[in-house]
Structures are given as structure tokens and as C-alpha cells.
């Protein structure tokens, strides 16, 4: 089971969220399934400020990210606001002495996640990103199972991150311009889960790339998009197994579809997080299909398990099982794979091989340690 922070000695934690939107209230469903207050809630405007508090039953409304940051009775800064803020609130937040939680991109460079992940070490603050995928316990169990080597050799990945919801020409976002979402967007926005997921669960890093991207549409709503819509990317991880990773946020019918398929030399696993109670397992004789059940999973799938087998768990599960490890940490433990800074560095630096070679033609290029 998770652990609640009522349980960890360190009393209530006092929560604050920048940000009102969709996944500011999913962090605060989150901090509340952990036991924290939600002390104040900021937006870019006061008005806003107050609609967002009232919204997600926090205590008061700051009138600004400033005040927030300032409050003596904040000790962990929830960060849910358009993706080229991060790197600047959260490096304030890490300076007002915070612990913070940093949704992805971390920052639009690796440079600046770079700095951000030092700054955190240096302050010795618990500083994280919420790749929550990794909190599925059937990731988990994949996991568990590829370290004991059930799998034998990794030899191909077969991935994707699927959906729909930039389908078409009237479709429009914030992240669609790259002033609030950064230079990229399809990779940026759900292929870092995707590469953080394959990099997590096979116990390796992706060593070389090439890749390309698609923009579909010059122009949304009106308005120019500069950011992609589509990346293709083969991979090599550092064994020396080779991989396809498809993005798309144009593919019809497809509303969160995260795929990871991993071919061993014995057995190939199959996670998708649309369908997350589930693992397939194949074998050159049989198959398998998988079911979650805390009673026979392995130790580390177990502890994310809040229900008996049978009762489905979702996303909204896997992100207060996030959430309840960072505030856990924050009062000093040390919970498995929780996501850090280093792990939103890497993700920049990954985003910008993809980048890089996709201005080149598909060069492959070496990903930086």
C-alpha cells in the first residue's frame, strides 16, 4: 500500500497549487487523498485566483505566484501552469526554500532542467515531476519482471502514445504556439511519458535516435502553429536493442492510448494504459493474460495496490499514488521510482535529440547522458 502522510511523522503537509485548471485539480485530489491541506491556490490574475480556490476548496486565494511562494505555511508548491512558466516558478519555488512538484515539460531546455535538478540537490529539497504512468502497478509488475530477467534479453520495443484530440483544423490549445508550450509539442507533451515509461521499465536508456516530426496544420483556429503533431522515432537502448515509438495526437479514436510492447529473447510483455489492470505476457508456446492482484504481484506492484483484485484502479489512482510518495519523501523516506528532477532532465534532453534530428532529416544522434 502507499503511504499516507499522516503516517510518516512529519504531520500534515501544507499544500499550495499555482495553476486552475485540469491538472490543478487533479493534484488536489491527489494532496488530498494524501492527507495534506490545501492551503492556497494562484493564477495569473487575482479574479482568477479567487474562481480557482473556491473551485478547489482551497483555504484562501493569493493574488499572485509571488505571494504563494512567500507563504510561511506552504511547504510544497504544486506547479500547473502553461509549460514555459515551470523553469521559472519552479526555480523560485526550490529558492523560497519549497519542495516542489513541477508538471512536464520541467523546463523548455535541458540546460534549464539541468540547472533545476541541481538546484534542488543543492537545496536538498524533494523536487519532482509527475510522470504518474509509472504508478500503474501492472508498469510495475513489467518491471520487476524484466529486472529478474524473466524476459531474457531485450532484443525489440514496439511503442506509442496515441490520441485524438488535435483530430482536427478547429482543434486548438495553448500548447499548440510554442510561446506557452516550448518547441515542441506531441513529444514534449506525451512522448516524455512514453520515453520515461520504456527508460523506467527496462532498466536502460535509449543511447541513440532519429526522428521525425509532422505538423498537419499551418494554421488552427486562425492562428500559426509552430509545433508538431506527429513524431516517428526508431531507437537503440544502451544493450543495443531497437525500438519504434510512434506519437500522435491525430489519431482518430484514440483519446490516451499509451503502449508499451517489449520483445525479450524468452518472453515479450504488453502494457496498455488504457486497459491498466492488465499485463500480457507472451511465449513462444502459450499466452498470457495477466490480471492485477495485489496477493501474487511482485513486492514493489503491491505497495501502489490501494484495492483488492477485481476492483478496477485508473490513472486518478496511479497520480495519488505519485503524490503520496513525494510527500513521503518529503518527510524523509525514500520511495521507489519516484520520478525527480534528473528524471524531467532527462526528458529535456531527450526532447531535444528528437528535435535535433528531426531538423536534420532523421539523422541519428547520440542522446546525452
Given amino acids: 500500500m502507499t503511504t499516507d502522510v499522516t503516517d510518516t511523522g512529519l504531520g500534515t503537509i501544507r499544500a499550495g497549487i499555482l495553476g486552475g485548471g485540469f491538472m490543478a485539480r487533479v493534484h488536489r485530489t491527489a494532496a488530498r487523498d494524501a492527507g495534506a491541506e490545501l492551503r492556497a491556490v494562484a493564477t495569473r490574475s487575482a479574479a482568477g485566483s479567487r474562481d480557482a480556490a473556491q473551485a478547489l476548496g482551497a483555504e484562501r486565494a493569493e493574488v499572485d505566484a509571488a505571494a504563494l511562494l512567500d507563504a510561511a505555511d506552504i511547504d510544497v508548491v504544486h506547479i500547473c501552469t502553461p509549460n514555459t512558466t515551470h523553469a521559472d516558478l519552479a526555480l523560485r519555488a526550490l529558492n523560497a526554500g519549497k519542495h516542489v512538484i513541477c508538471e512536464k515539460p520541467l523546463a523548455t531546455t535541458a540546460e534549464d532542467a539541468r540547472m533545476l535538478a541541481e538546484t534542488a540537490e543543492t537545496r536538498g529539497r524533494v523536487a519532482a515531476v509527475p510522470f504518474i504512468y509509472r504508478y500503474h502497478p501492472m508498469v510495475r509488475e513489467a518491471r520487476a519482471r524484466i529486472a529478474q530477467g524473466e524476459a531474457g534479453e531485450l532484443l525489440t520495443l514496439d511503442c506509442s502514445y496515441l490520441q485524438d484530440w488535435m483530430l482536427l483544423p478547429s482543434d486548438d490549445d495553448w500548447r499548440v504556439r510554442s510561446e506557452s508550450a516550448g ?36 494554421e488552427r483556429s486562425g492562428r500559426v502553429v509552430d509545433t508538431e503533431d506527429i513524431v516517428a522515432v526508431l531507437v537503440e537502448t544502451e544493450s543495443g536493442a531497437l525500438g519504434t515509438l510512434l506519437i500522435s495526437q491525430m489519431a482518430a479514436g484514440r ?57 478496477a484502479m485508473g490513472y486518478q489512482d496511479a497520480f495519488n499514488g505519485f503524490v503520496s510518495d513525494v510527500y513521503a519523501a518529503i518527510a524523509g523516506a525514500q520511495p521507489e521510482g519516484l520520478p525527480t528532477f534528473a528524471d524531467g532532465c532527462r526528458s529535456a534532453v531527450l526532447t531535444e535529440a528528437v528535435l535535433d534530428s528531426a531538423a536534420d532529416g532523421g539523422r541519428w544522434v547520440e542522446v546525452a547522458a
Fill in 183 to 218: 518547441a515542441s509539442r506531441a513529444f514534449a507533451d506525451i512522448g516524455s511519458h512514453l520515453c520515461d515509461l520504456i527508460e523506467f521499465v527496462i532498466g536502460e536508456r535509449i543511447r541513440t535516435l532519429s526522428a521525425r516530426t509532422r505538423r498537419v496544420f499551418p
Fill in 255 to 311: 483519446k490516451n492510448a499509451l503502449t508499451l510492447e517489449l520483445h525479450g529473447a524468452r518472453q515479450s510483455l504488453r502494457f496498455e494504459q488504457e486497459r491498466p489492470e492488465e499485463l500480457w505476457i507472451g511465449m513462444r508456446e502459450e499466452s498470457r493474460l495477466l490480471l492485477r492482484d495485489p496477493a501474487v504481484s511482485a513486492p514493489d506492484a503491491a505497495r501502489l495496490q490501494r484495492v483488492p483484485a477485481g476492483h
